[in-house]
């Protein structure tokens, strides 16, 4: 647990947990040696089992259906369910049979999150910080929009088992110390709609079945007076 300054003053909030891969991430991973042409078998190439990711300007490793990436001479390296550090410590132990003192970066590229529902910009944004909390990321969508449900929004989080589902008021404090008080690479807010506003949108909807059971009764009722 962690302290947080809130509306002068203070509450408990949950340590941000470390996200563990999964099947199809991909990782960016980089060997540096003291010699350089040691540090070049190693690292990602285009076309060696790797792939470029335009947007992150990085090479990186798919993680396959199987939970492994596949290293130039090193082979598969069952990577599904680690988290960051721990695959790091991996790869420099299997990494100690070839080389010594070497250097290794590991990233989770593209790290993103996705908004929808009532907010103002709706969207799929990238993962800026380490630590980004529920409110930092409904900010980057412009904040919830005027008749989004404040006390309903929805947290869909991606896990081995299938999507996990939180719901929660932001008005309640509880939130900070839930594990979905920081977002997570996958994760999805949804805001839903005031219920007053889905009725408002439906209500043409509505306006019709009326109007059709209204009709239908008229109709019945004329037909037994014949």
Same mark, same amino acid.
């Given at each position: 647990?962690? %302290?947080?300054?809130? *509306? ?6 949950? @340590?941000? =947990?470390?996200? +563990?891969?999964? /099947? ?15 540090? $070049? ?16 300007? !990085?090479? $990186? ?29 991996? #790869?420099?132990?299997?990494?100690? +049979? ?20 009532? /907010? *103002?910009? =709706? ?9 980004? *909390? ?5 900010? #980057?969508?412009?904040? #919830?929009?005027?008749? $989004?449900?404040?006390? %309903? ?20 404090? *509880?939130? !900070? &110390? $839930? ?16 219920? &007053? ?14 109007? @059709?059971? %209204? ?7 004329? /037909?037994?007076?014949?």
């Amino acid at each position: 647990m962690q %302290t947080e300054r809130i *509306n002068g003053g203070y509450v408990q909030s949950v @340590t941000p =947990p470390s996200y +563990k891969v999964m /099947v199809n991430d991909n990782l960016y991973v980089r060997v540096i040696t003291p010699d350089p042409q040691w540090s $070049s078998l190693f690292n990602a190439q285009t076309g060696d089992g790797s792939i470029t990711l335009e947007s992150a300007g !990085l090479s $990186s490793y798919p993680v396959d259906i199987d939970g492994n990436i596949d290293i130039p001479y090193v082979g598969k390296v069952y990577v599904a369910g680690k988290t960051i550090s721990e695959i790091k410590t991996q #790869l420099e132990a299997v990494l100690e +049979k070839y080389v010594t003192d070497a250097a290794i970066t590991v990233r989770l590229v593209d790290s993103y999150i996705s908004i929808i529902g009532n /907010v *103002n910009a =709706p969207g799929r944004y990238s993962i800026t910080k380490e630590r980004m *909390n529920i409110f930092e990321a409904l900010a #980057l969508a412009g904040d #919830l929009s005027t008749f $989004s449900d404040r006390q %309903t929004v929805q947290l869909i989080r991606q896990s081995s088992y299938g999507p996990d589902i939180k719901e929660f008021s932001l008005s309640d404090r *509880n939130i !900070l &110390a $839930s594990e979905f008080y920081y977002v997570m690479p996958n994760d999805i807010i949804y805001a839903k709609p005031l219920a &007053a506003r889905a009725f408002q949108i439906n209500s043409p909807i509505w306006t019709l079945f009326f109007s @059709t059971i %209204t009709s239908t009764i008229a109709i019945i009722a004329f /037909v037994r007076t014949l």
